[in-house]
């Protein structure tokens, strides 16, 4: 009997601490890969407190963002849905989502009784609601947080962000001797040391992490308190922030359980490496079930901790939309293995020139390495196009240099990453299989989000429009007859391949520039857009002229793409000055950020610091 009261007693003090509600601190750090932090294997990294923090919690070996830049990683965040699924994966675009149907994660902890606050990290990238508004509070304080448990408290250190690698590089704390050079860079002075100086960054918000877990020691909260820390994305030296190879997408995430939810551990004892895929979108489930919070249908995740774990994931996806000022459509779809990527506008180059990158000294040294001829083919190819499909064993190729999309050996592996993207993309209502301009003013015709626009299949035909872009990229002369007929469709998201299409044809097939110049006037701006730059390449210069500058001096919804092309195409812009100074369509200022890179407008003012 004696020991049956034990067992009881024992049973009932394992659920009351089940049962209770962990805090949780998510510390969070911008802009760096694994690459940069001390325990994924870097010599030259400084992190000794996020290297602590992994040998008392569990080191995901496998955890990747969604997107390689921060807003967009941060509306997958906020949601618990990929980006790509609500449009607003464009950078900085502020898309409106139904916030009737979609809650952000606060409002869900909130609904738990939890106390949620940021310090300080928003740029969720959605619009029709602030982005401080579901928080109690916008900075940390821990006499508050001891008073308010349950909590859930995100703390974000910027002191990794990619602007602390801008600016002198000299007299750095970590030695440029010792820097771990990427294949795809030159060694060469200057970028040496802007690793160090960004290495000296890390280290800075290392700091940051262990003066957090510091003060979460002096309140008395850890022993009930979940520690997460990871990355928004990768980063940060050229090639890697924006970009959907490892160095943007594998990210740090190290999670430390205390004993008293030992329920929860991933592994059977902490500093256990953890083998499971992770994709960001998974987060945000998985913090609302290990918090006994409601976890509506809508999220795309799956939950990866605790006694609720799910089945993991066979494949993480990830895009690359605009950036900035800068028009490209990528994804991405991997394994723990390989890395399947899928360049939808292959005529764009990796190394397109963007304002806010080319401030960083490494990223001018190397173009300036590149145009005086020293590059080899693997360091130059950053600044020339993408080819339509790539394919990595990252096991053996972390770097991701080695393409292996035409090796025979790899038939099988692409086909399998092929069919997981098509059907990931039909699942999933991928908004970028039409050009954001098309998205955003499709959604405004129809008084509508676009989330719900995706999903509404009269509007929104996304089995249409991903055979028609995989024809499109498959770059057969024996499509060419397919092609006509996407352009003689209703729908412009169609025609649009079309001519995608045809123009990725038109330097090796003979294309029927009668067909072409018929879409000049097509209703989608987009359409006209790469029909002329069609006609440009077969010589019908004048005609393609007349068709840019009339839709830049009439401010057309496509002025971005155009002006993108114009540099794309590298014969100068004289011919379309007048028209770029008239156009007034803004796409988020970033007209404006060509308008400055052509040299046609005055940069603005930056705002000093008080």
Not at 140 to 153: H, R
Not at 296 to 323: C, D, I, T, W
Not at 539 to 547: E, H, I, R, S, W
Request: with cysteine; net charge positive.
């Amino acid at each position: 009997m004696r020991l049956l009261v034990l067992i009881l007693t024992l049973s009932l003090a394992f659920s009351a601490s089940a049962l209770e509600k962990p805090n949780i601190l998510w510390l969070t750090s911008e802009d760096n890969s694994i690459s940069w932090i001390g325990c994924y294997g870097n010599p030259q990294a400084t992190t000794p407190n996020i290297d602590k923090l992994a040998t008392e919690g569990f080191q995901y070996m496998h955890c990747y963002a969604n997107a390689p830049v921060c807003a967009p990683s941060r509306s997958t965040w906020i949601t618990g849905v990929n980006a790509l699924s609500m449009g607003t994966h464009p950078m900085r675009s502020r898309n409106n989502i139904p916030h009737n149907i979609l809650k952000y994660y606060p409002d869900l902890l909130k609904e738990n009784g939890y106390y949620v606050s940021n310090d300080k990290k928003t740029d969720y990238n959605i619009g029709g609601r602030k982005d401080s508004d579901p928080w109690d509070s916008m900075k940390i304080n821990w006499s508050k947080l001891k008073e308010k448990q349950p909590f859930f408290q995100v703390l974000n250190s910027t002191k990794s962000h990619e602007s602390r690698a801008f600016g002198s590089i000299d007299n750095t704390r970590h030695d440029p001797k010792n820097s771990v050079i990427a294949k795809y860079h030159p060694d060469i002075p200057a970028m040496r040391q802007n690793y160090a100086h960004y290495h000296d960054a890390v280290e800075n918000m290392d700091k940051d992490i262990g003066n957090a877990l510091k003060k979460l020691e002096e309140s008395g909260l850890a022993d009930n308190t979940i520690v997460i820390y990871n990355s928004d994305h990768g980063g940060v030296l050229p090639r890697s922030k924006r970009f959907l190879f490892n160095s943007g997408t594998h990210c740090p995430l190290i999670i430390r359980i205390p004993e008293k939810y030992k329920h929860l551990w991933p592994a059977d004892k902490p500093g256990s490496k953890v083998d499971r895929l992770v994709s960001f979108v998974d987060m945000t489930k998985t913090w609302l079930k290990i918090t006994n919070s409601k976890t509506p249908s809508y999220l795309s995740g799956k939950v990866f901790l605790g006694p609720n774990a799910e089945s993991e994931r066979q494949y993480h996806v990830s895009f690359r939309g605009r950036m900035d000022e800068r028009c490209d459509n990528v994804r991405a779809i991997r394994n723990k293995q390989f890395l399947y990527i899928r360049n939808y506008m292959p005529y764009a180059p990796w190394g397109q020139h963007l304002n806010y990158l080319w401030n960083m000294k490494a990223t001018q040294a190397w173009e300036a390495e590149h145009k005086a001829g020293r590059t080899t083919a693997l360091t130059g190819r950053f600044f020339g196009t993408k080819p339509m499909e790539e394919l990595y064993d990252t096991s053996k190729d972390a770097d991701n240099v080695n393409n292996l999309i035409n090796n025979p050996e790899m038939k099988a592996v692409v086909a399998e990453l092929r069919t997981a993207m098509d059907d990931w993309q039909v699942k999933n209502y991928d908004s970028a299989l039409i050009p954001e301009s098309e998205m955003v003013k499709r959604a405004k015709d129809n008084n509508t989000t676009t989330y719900e626009m995706l999903r509404n299949p009269k509007l929104y035909n996304v089995k249409a429009y991903q055979e028609a872009a995989n024809v499109a990229v498959e770059d057969k002369e024996i499509n060419l007859p397919k092609l006509y007929e996407y352009l003689k469709h209703a729908d412009s998201g169609v025609r649009y391949w079309g001519i995608v299409g045809c123009f990725t044809l038109a330097d090796k097939a003979e294309v029927d520039l009668s067909i072409i110049k018929s879409h000049l006037n097509d209703e989608s701006h987009e359409v006209r857009a790469l029909a002329a730059w069609i006609l440009y390449k077969k010589g019908q210069k004048d005609v393609a002229m007349k068709t840019w500058n009339d839709l830049l001096a009439s401010s057309s919804y496509a002025s971005l793409k155009i002006t993108n092309i114009i540099d794309w195409i590298g014969d100068g812009i004289d011919p379309y000055k007048e028209s770029i100074v008239k156009c007034k369509f803004s796409h988020e200022g970033y007209v404006d950020r060509m308008k400055e890179y052509f040299k046609l407008k005055a940069p603005k003012a930056k705002k000093k610091k008080k």
